[in-house]
């Protein structure tokens, strides 16, 4: 019992505490790799680094300051720590997040990184239990709902962003409009974001235009199949990346 004390309040760099590291390191190894199989960014250095640090802050936050603890003069709150730790997760997962032409990306390898942080300081309270739920829940959710959501987006009343790149003067935007309207999708909004010039910087008359189109309506997640075969169009690029 007397050694046990002491272990404790000596910072406690045991074999519990070194296994509780090794598993947060395991599982936001884990994650990593999912999220470095399908080319995402907060990879796999991204999601182990995050994952053991944040058990060893808990591990710190829990044990490390042992030696300066006595009862009736100095006492610490271990969630303090720990708090501190969810504020700069969310400072790194805010870097991931991207924004272009309107749309946001990244917000899911933003969460993710939130998560696995998550599962490193579970993992580094000794909860093992609930660190390897979460991680399994995690694959549920970016392996199992992932078509889930996209069935909900092509048989629901969707609302989905486009980037269209087209030939001018040849009467492409008219087809765009046409078979939107055909298809019964509401435009919302629509906006011309340029036009691109050859290397002179001279607008040729086959010059390309790039527009930005705000669709709503029943199916609009197929809208780049449908919209892509038409004549003239160079380039569709969705505008909201659904497997961030």
């Known amino acids: 019992m007397t050694t046990v004390a002491v272990v404790s309040s000596n910072h406690a760099q045991g074999v519990g505490q070194i296994w509780q590291l090794l598993l947060a390191f395991a599982?936001?190894?884990?994650?990593?790799?999912?999220?470095?199989?399908?080319?995402?960014?907060?990879?796999?250095r991204t999601q182990a680094i995050v994952g053991t640090a944040s058990a060893l802050f808990m591990i710190v936050s829990k044990y490390g300051f042992g030696?300066?603890?006595?009862?009736?003069?100095?006492?610490l709150d271990p969630s303090r720590i720990a708090a501190q730790v969810v504020t700069g997760i969310g400072f790194l997962g805010a870097g991931l997040i991207i924004t272009r032409r309107g749309a946001v990306h990244g917000l899911t390898t933003a969460a993710s990184v939130w998560e696995t942080a998550a599962i490193g300081m579970t993992a580094g309270a000794?909860?093992?239990?609930?660190?390897?739920?979460?991680?399994?829940?995690h694959f549920?959710?970016?392996?199992?709902?992932?078509p889930l959501s996209r069935w909900i987006s092509r048989h629901g009343h969707a609302e989905r962003g486009y980037i269209i790149t087209y030939e001018d003067g040849r009467g492409v935007l008219r087809d765009?409009?046409?078979?939107?309207?055909?298809?019964?999708?509401?435009?919302?909004?629509?906006?011309?974001?340029?036009?691109?010039?050859?290397?002179?910087?001279?607008?040729?008359?086959?010059?390309?235009?790039?527009v930005a189109l705000r669709l709503r309506g029943t199916g609009t997640v197929?809208?780049?199949?449908?919209?892509?075969?038409?004549?003239?169009?160079?380039?569709?690029?969705?505008g909201d990346d659904e497997n961030d």
């Open 27 to 44: 599982l936001s190894s884990i994650i990593g790799l999912e999220r470095q199989f399908r080319g995402k960014s907060g990879g796999l």
């Open 67 to 75: 030696d300066v603890v006595s009862a009736g003069t100095v006492t």
């Open 126 to 137: 000794g909860m093992v239990f609930l660190a390897l739920l979460v991680t399994g829940l």
């Open 140 to 146: 549920v959710i970016v392996l199992g709902y992932t």
């Open 176 to 210: 765009v409009l046409s078979a939107c309207t055909d298809r019964g999708w509401a435009i919302d909004s629509m906006a011309v974001l340029g036009h691109r010039a050859d290397a002179g910087g001279h607008l040729p008359p086959d010059r390309l235009v790039t």
């Open 222 to 238: 197929d809208a780049s199949a449908v919209l892509g075969v038409i004549d003239g169009v160079v380039r569709i690029d969705t």
